[in-house]
């Protein structure tokens, strides 16, 4: 049965990745109307499928790529000083070996990325001795290198983070929810969505639509647009593998390979070590996304020409895969194409509909801003950009505030572990005190599931931040997945049966 509001939206959004996310929170700060909605989880894909870095890409330098690096740059410390809780400075050793690319070149590139790069809080390049370094993993042939500065994200929550205060600003967001046909009704979009978890369809109306659906933005114009234009993007696939921790320090590996490639080794959630990335065509579904035998061994004997204590197929606790969905430029090489974003718009009328292709996940503010700068002279209506000194919900603080806020959470939550602590810090920021509250000690928390996560954090994260199953609470709003036992992930998928169970009577009996 279909439903329908008579609502007309100023934009509707399809896809709730980091750009959907971006421009509902732009949009709805500035007054507009806005509905997003995403077939499946928020962050779902590409956006939980990243290397987990905000950085300008110093390899795009040799691709002459200036302008998308420059933008990037300027972005670290904007996003840092609107995050700081999922955001923070890393610094990176790239090592040197006369196999590599020669010194003088790197250092004139990591100078131009140093130049580029609008500091005012990170560090610039220096020189480093791998002599002087304890907890040093690499191979004793690795005599010296560079170290410069980016920043890490947690990408999937970010994606989250946006999406909760374009709410708060009044936006409508709606997970699991596919929009399955876009027709033009002459006064306004008619869009029919049907809820994957219910099957229940509605019709929305919007005078904007805007194509936001990464990997699946050729699929939307083809399938839900009855566009023709639909070879837009090249999807490339980018894997990575996560092993038990490799080196005791914080600080991240940027490595050179035999190909011309590079790929990281990171610090990750405490106890690991994420080492990726692969560049290759995606010649299969959107929807069918994983890592291949032959990549997992090509990041294992990458990381191992560099690595002391090697590392083999056996040593992978957890991997991932996303789809890049890159603007289709006609680069011979996957690696090669364009990072960039590409918007189109096309006016019907009275109405309007956006396309994005291409882009990462350190730009997508700027991408926000640059959709409404179309939106607004559609409209009519032009409001105050705004999102560049503002700050995401939870890190209302300095840069540098992660250890005063582990301090006053230990004070009122003495009974939490200090793992708990850091995480709490690393992903809520002081959203933290909204899931715990008054609470004043671990029976208080209910239901115990393990590795520090407890029934109050759980029903938060269903109550304010949308999430269904055991996946989006364990891989995306969190990445406690990696460390849950496995009688904990029962207990969880049990608890959340009968929670859904019991919201859908209470909604009959409340229809009744």
Known sequence: ??????????????GGGINGAGIARDAAGRGHSVCLCEMNDFA???????????????????NYQFRLVQKSLKEREVLLK???????????????????????????????YDHLGFRKILPGT?????????????????????????????????????LIDASNKGATVMNYTKATDVKNSNDFWSITTINTATGKEKILKARTVINAAGPWVDEVLNSSLNSNNTKNVRLVR????VVNKLFDHDKSYICQNDDGR????????????????????????????????EEKKYICDSANKYLKNEINLEDIVWSYSGVRPLYDDGATKAQEATRDYIISSERQGTLLMINIF??????????????????????????????????LPGGEMSFDGQSDLFRMLNEKYPFLSKQTLERLVRSYGLLSLNIFGDSEDLESLGVDFGSGLYEKEVKYLVNEEWALTSDDILFRRSKLGLILPEKGLKELNSYLDKYFQNAQISEKIAIT
């Open 1 to 14: 049965m279909n439903s329908s509001s008579n609502k007309i939206y100023d934009l509707l959004i399809i």
């Open 44 to 62: 779902s894909g590409t956006s939980s499928s990243s290397t987990k870095l905000i950085h300008g890409g110093l390899r795009y330098l040799e």
């Open 82 to 112: 609107m995050a700081p809780h999922i955001i923070k400075p890393m610094r990176f050793i790239l090592p040197h070996s006369k196999k590599m690319r020669p010194a003088w070149l790197v250092r004139i590139g990591l100078a131009i």
């Open 126 to 162: 220096s020189s480093v001795k791998f002599k002087s370094h304890t907890n040093n993993p690499l191979k004793e042939e690795f005599k010296y290198g560079f170290e410069y500065s980016d920043c890490w994200v947690d990408d999937s929550r970010l994606v989250i983070l946006n």
């Open 238 to 241: 980018g894997s990575h593998i």
């Open 262 to 293: 590079i790929f990281f080794m990171i610090p990750f959630e405490d106890n690991f070590t994420l080492i990726g990335t692969t560049d290759i065509d995606h010649g299969e579904l959107v929807s069918n996304v994983q890592i291949s035998h």
């Open 358 to 391: 291409g882009g990462k996940i350190t730009t997508y503010r700027r991408l926000a801003e640059n959709i409404l700068e179309l939106v607004e002279k559609f409209l009519g209506k032009e409001k105050t950009s705004w999102t560049e000194n503002s700050s």
